[in-house]
């Protein structure tokens, strides 16, 4: 494919989520394998592991179980990120581990997915994890679901089974806002991946990779497609030529900036008029999510990294009090009075837990009452911080709606949120 070409395909990112033993990385493996992604060298050192293994077969889950602890106990621990293109479309892959001790991982696996595939096994059907994971999927608002049934071939390739299935899992996404597909497959033996099956002729849609290539990608990601620029750098050269040169760097998190757009800057609340959108090619009309470009605006008003450049029309809220859904995932309890720093896009302040309003039992979906939230525990929490955030809904924006903890001694992230709602400042 020339590059040319692969500058007008869509990137799609898709998460593969379920239980332990459900086929997600087999799932991979055929897909790699049947469209033709996987050279020559890498499928003759996994036929040369698989046969010291024994497994009796080419195991192409060995194409992404990567790490040694993996194809040891023959689970994923880590997220594996893979890239594979068609001439529809282009695609990063996040294999994410089922166990529930690694639910943390899933958690960052898919925060950025535009496509969820959700494996069940036809044998066992809607289990725990697929609860937890579908919860998880839905409070992340994942737009699309495509659920895989995998391991028809060990069910007789039953319809009846199929069917049970879908409508169990329909009980349990009726309340979240999401498209979902449901597809029969059989990774291990390619039925309905890449190609369709001969042996389930009463389904008639599309294979898991033609849906894949078709569902539309919600770009927007919320309720609203106003536009939002953190700024990441402010350039300033120090030279004769650009003296005067002062221009706001960073990527669009939604929306579209043009020439003229009357925009505001937060949380200071200074507005000005756009003056030119740049690229390193020079000054374009307009620029849409999710392009890195360079804001020059017609005042000169004090903007810094962190700062966040929006329409003046639909502009976030500015904010010291958050409620937020947090999903938790350090060793270490949240607690009540915990300080943490909190980055929310190019921003970090430091915030403080006013108190946990409920946690949230993955089992019922019921809420009941929490003095903390312990590793994978999902919970709606309120914190307050030090200096002003411009925050919006999560439901109106993934990109400016969500944040991460991270702890102020150790720099390790803790948990991620999703702003509820924000308190105004003033």
Not at 191 to 217: C, F, I, K, Q
Request: charged residues 25%; hydrophobic residues 40%; negative net charge.
């Amino acid at each position: 494919m020339s590059s040319l070409t692969e500058q007008h395909v869509d990137l799609a990112r898709f998460v593969t989520c379920g239980s332990v033993d459900d086929g997600k990385s087999t799932l991979i493996g055929r897909l790699l394998y049947d469209s033709k992604q996987v050279m020559a060298d890498q499928l003759e050192h996994v036929e040369d592991v698989s046969e010291r293994r024994g497994d009796g077969y080419v195991n192409l889950a060995l194409l992404t179980d990567g790490l040694r602890a993996e194809r040891e106990q023959g689970i994923t621990i880590d997220v594996a990120y893979r890239p594979f293109a068609t001439p529809r479309r282009r695609f990063i892959i996040a294999d994410c581990p089922g166990h529930v001790q690694y639910t943390r991982n899933m958690v960052t696996g898919a925060s950025t997915a535009d496509i969820a595939v959700i494996l069940i096994d036809a044998r066992n059907g809607v289990v725990e994890q697929t609860r937890r994971h579908s919860f998880i999927c839905g409070l992340l608002r994942i737009p699309r679901l495509v659920v895989a049934v995998n391991k028809m071939d060990l069910v007789e390739f039953s319809k009846e089974r199929f069917d049970a299935i879908c409508a169990d899992f329909a009980q349990i996404v009726q309340e979240f806002d999401v498209e979902v597909d449901l597809v029969p497959i059989s990774a291990l033996d390619g039925d309905n991946v890449v190609d369709p099956s001969t042996r389930m002729d009463w389904y008639s849609g599309p294979t898991l990779l033609g849906l894949l290539e078709t569902v539309p990608l919600d770009r927007a990601h919320g309720e609203h497609d106003s536009g939002r620029l953190a700024v990441q750098w402010v350039i300033r050269p120090q030279s004769d030529e650009y003296h005067d040169y002062r221009g706001y760097a960073g990527q669009i998190a939604s929306g579209t900036f043009t020439s003229g757009d009357q925009v505001v800057v937060l949380p200071a609340g200074h507005v000005s008029t756009v003056a030119s959108v740049e690229t390193m090619d020079g000054p374009i009309a307009s620029a849409q999510a999710p392009s890195s470009i360079t804001l020059r605006l017609a005042d000169n008003i004090d903007v810094s990294r962190g700062d966040l450049i929006a329409h003046v029309t639909d502009a976030p809220t500015v904010t010291r009090e958050i409620e937020a859904d947090v999903c938790w995932m350090h060793e270490r309890p949240l607690a009540v009075r915990g300080r943490y720093v909190l980055r929310h896009t190019t921003r970090e302040v430091v915030a403080i837990v006013d108190s946990i309003e409920h946690r949230v039992d993955i089992h019922t979906r019921g809420q009941e009452p929490a003095e903390s939230l312990a590793l994978n525990d999902i919970g709606r929490i309120t914190l307050r911080t030090s200096q002003p955030l411009a925050v919006d809904p999560y439901a109106a924006d993934r990109e400016t709606g969500s944040f991460i903890l991270i702890d102020e001694a150790t720099n390790e992230t803790l948990g991620g949120g999703m702003v509820v709602r924000a308190t105004p400042v003033g």
